[in-house]
């Protein structure tokens, strides 16, 4: 018995009732996978109506392209359904975790093949791309966007993403394949030797291919005791032109893909089943079973219902998702524009992060000329695995990427603040949020990055341009971060704007008209002009609160 109700310990309403996925996506996902166990232990009808219920809901509305689960950074959570941001996305590492066991549980209960391709997609993707390919370094939060705020850490505080991927890896050979009586299935490919036990005789099995990087998996019966028994063999969501077992995502080029299967040599047929190519034959030592995915790039498109992914295309192939990142292009990734029918060449690259294919294609990125005016610029544009982003440096990254002139973002002119040098009273990674000349939509926006002053509280803190020349300034306009009611930051006490004078001291500026506090809101003061080199926005915390900002202007 708890006394506890809420959502977001999933203590809302009884297990057996629930239908939705909510509250912290982590503590969610092991409770799942123990709903998973006792559903499958002991058939209860009830738990496997509530699970299967909370997995629909998952995959088709909760589900980010690269597998993440939790949307949210307020109780590190679910968001509601369809609510998927890019920028803010947290996806925690462990939620990924989790959610790999409630998806292998779910297989083994039901045995379809479906829910391996959602543990597919959050292992190549989401999962990995939480600790760097030296092993050294961790994301907490997986985002799908950045501006160069997402850097991988060696620890943490709260240390159990670093942990738990440490133990979940080792854990991986675990999950290839299956035995139930007769059957064997083959669910992941990977290069590998087997020793399984079917009706309690040894039959050894070995796996070779470049899975994810091509499509061509040769399986071998090394040993064979147990005589007669059926491979199941997975075929692929993403073969059958199936982004996940959901509309959430679907894609959008009209390609067909196919697949083969030979038995040394021999093409085979069969029709799928639960997703399976199943060959039941008595086996003999130095069988050969070839399986050919054809794997191609392709672009998907999200559900209409998911507001921050309408009119953008997201790139995959394969199993693996692709993002663009700022080292390999020569221009603002987050400015480009997708052509309508975008053709890639696939280039091997296996002296850059650890091995990986490379896409490139034609692509137009969108800015303005020195009158104001939209300008398109023809570019290259090369992305590279999702996993791998973040190891070259602080920049910007994407996964969706705009199709439509609606999700467009043209890169903005050049401003006085954001051409000045930042210094503050505490620097952080985050403090460049400040001048990105991005800012929020309105006070729940978590799209956009932001800089704060946590975790000090009750303390009086400031930040300041170093302007690019002497400038006549007379106005300043700040957009407040405010978190309530989960986290630590609300608006300041009060703040006030210096100016530095020509003996290099701060002055306050004079005829100040309105110091504003709303959160998430253009807040302008408008003062006497005066010409300096410097400006600097100083703020008093609240008393037990830390105060933070999406962005800081002047004029």
């Known amino acids: 018995y708890t006394t506890r109700t809420d959502e977001y310990s999933q203590a809302h309403k009884p297990v057996v009732e629930q239908d939705e996925a909510v509250g912290h996506a982590v503590r969610a996902a092991y409770m799942y996978a123990g709903m998973a166990d006792v559903a499958a232990l002991t058939g209860d009808s009830a738990y496997i109506n509530a699970i299967d219920k909370i997995w629909d809901n998952i995959v088709g509305k909760k589900y980010y392209i690269t597998g993440g689960i939790g949307a949210t950074s307020n109780g590190e959570a679910f968001g509601k359904n369809y609510e998927l941001p890019n920028m803010s996305a947290y996806c925690e590492t462990c939620a990924a975790i989790g959610n790999v066991y409630v998806n292998y549980r779910l297989f083994l209960l039901h045995g379809d093949s479906k829910y391996y391709d959602v543990l597919e997609r959050t292992l190549y993707n989401g999962l990995i791309s939480g600790v760097s390919l030296d092993g050294g370094g961790f994301f907490y939060p997986n985002p799908l966007e950045s501006i160069g705020q997402h850097q991988r850490q060696p620890w943490f505080g709260c240390a159990c993403c670093p942990s738990n991927i440490c133990r979940f890896i080792p854990s991986l050979p675990g999950y290839i394949y299956a035995v139930k009586d ?225 999700a467009s973002r043209p890169t903005m002119p050049a401003t006085l603040a954001s051409e000045s040098k930042i210094n503050a009273s505490h620097m952080a990674s985050s403090i460049s949020a400040i001048n990105d000349r991005l800012v929020p939509k309105d006070e729940n926006d978590r799209s956009m990055p932001y800089y704060h002053w946590w975790p000090k509280q009750g303390t009086t803190e400031w930040i300041s341009y170093e302007l690019p020349q002497p400038s006549t300034v007379q106005s300043s306009t700040v957009y407040w971060f405010d978190d309530a009611p989960w986290g630590g930051c609300r608006v300041p006490k009060s703040w006030k704007i210096y100016y530095r004078d020509s003996q290099g001291q701060w002055q306050p500026v004079t005829g100040a008209d309105n110091y504003g506090t709303v959160k998430g809101a253009a807040n302008t003061v408008n003062f006497d002009p005066v010409k300096t080199s410097a400006v600097k926005l100083e703020v008093t915390q609240p008393a037990e609160y830390s105060s933070g900002l999406f962005e800081w202007e002047v004029k």
């Open 182 to 406: 007769r059957d064997v299935y083959v669910n992941l490919f990977m290069s590998n030797t087997a020793d399984l036990d079917v009706v309690g005789k040894k039959l050894v099995l070995s796996q070779s291919t470049r899975y994810p990087w091509n499509g061509d998996v040769n399986i071998k019966v090394d040993k064979n005791n147990a005589g007669k028994f059926t491979m199941k063999i997975r075929i692929p969501g993403w073969v059958r032109n199936q982004v996940v077992p959901s509309d959430l995502y679907t894609y959008s080029d009209g390609k067909r893909l196919g697949y083969t299967v030979t038995l040394n040599g021999t093409p085979l047929t069969s029709e799928l089943k639960d997703g399976y190519f199943c060959i039941d034959r008595q086996w003999k030592k130095g069988d050969q079973v070839d399986v050919h995915f054809d794997m191609e790039p392709r672009t998907v498109k999200a559900n209409n219902k998911v507001e921050s992914d309408r009119g953008r295309v997201a790139v995959e192939r394969g199993p693996i998702v692709y993002c663009a990142e700022w080292p390999d292009n020569d221009f603002d990734v987050l400015s480009v524009f997708m052509n309508r029918n975008p053709k890639f060449e696939v280039v091997e690259k296996p002296e850059l992060l650890y091995g990986i294919n490379e896409l490139v294609t034609d692509a137009q990125t969108l800015g303005y000329d020195d009158k104001g005016r939209l300008t398109t610029t023809d570019v290259k544009l090369t992305l590279i695995p999702y996993y791998s982003w973040a190891h070259r440096g602080s920049g910007a990254m994407a996964v969706w990427l705009p199709q439509e002139l609606s």
